[in-house]
């Protein structure tokens, strides 16, 4: 079961394509957080998203709010789907554990063994101000995404 709005954030640190690792709380009283689980790099919903979070980089990416989207793919495949679609954010990787971060989100497939399409925005004290969960090939509507942080 996903986590409900009010409930603490739990955390995590996962390392991005980079294989640098990036820790959740350390955002806390600085900025909100947009953690955006989704199934695979180079599938096309998928990229679909991101690409929409690129072309709007400036809305989910700023003094205010980090964008960290968050799949059960290896960090070298994070790196080259980084690469080939020019994603100038960071890509977390949950390999392992597998889906150990979407479990504790509640997220996890685990008969398919990928995280479902959950957003949470996190707020700088480390409590969710939004949360939604999308089922399997189910693209998500951004719009939510920008009600929820501009009532931040």
């Not at 957080?33 to 690129?54: D, H, K, Q, W």
């Not at 789907?81 to 020019?86: I, L, N, Q």
């Amino acid at each position: 079961m996903a986590l409900e709005v009010g409930s603490e954030a739990p955390d995590f640190t996962l390392q991005d394509q980079n294989k640098q690792p990036v820790t959740l709380s350390s955002f806390r009283g600085d900025k909100a957080v947009l953690v955006v689980f989704y199934p695979f790099a180079f599938s096309g919903v998928c990229t679909g998203e991101l690409n929409e979070l690129r072309e709007d980089l400036g809305t989910f990416q700023n003094d205010r709010v980090q964008v960290l989207p968050v799949s059960v793919d290896h960090p070298f495949t994070l790196k080259a789907w980084a690469e080939a679609r020019d994603y100038r954010f960071p890509l977390l990787s949950d390999f392992w554990p597998h889906g150990a971060v979407a479990q504790r989100y509640g997220v996890f497939n685990d008969r398919a063994g990928f995280a479902l399409r959950g957003t949470f925005l996190v707020r700088t004290d480390g409590t969710l101000a939004f949360t939604e969960v999308n089922g399997p090939g189910e693209a998500r509507d951004q719009d939510g995404w920008r009600k929820a942080l501009s009532a931040l």
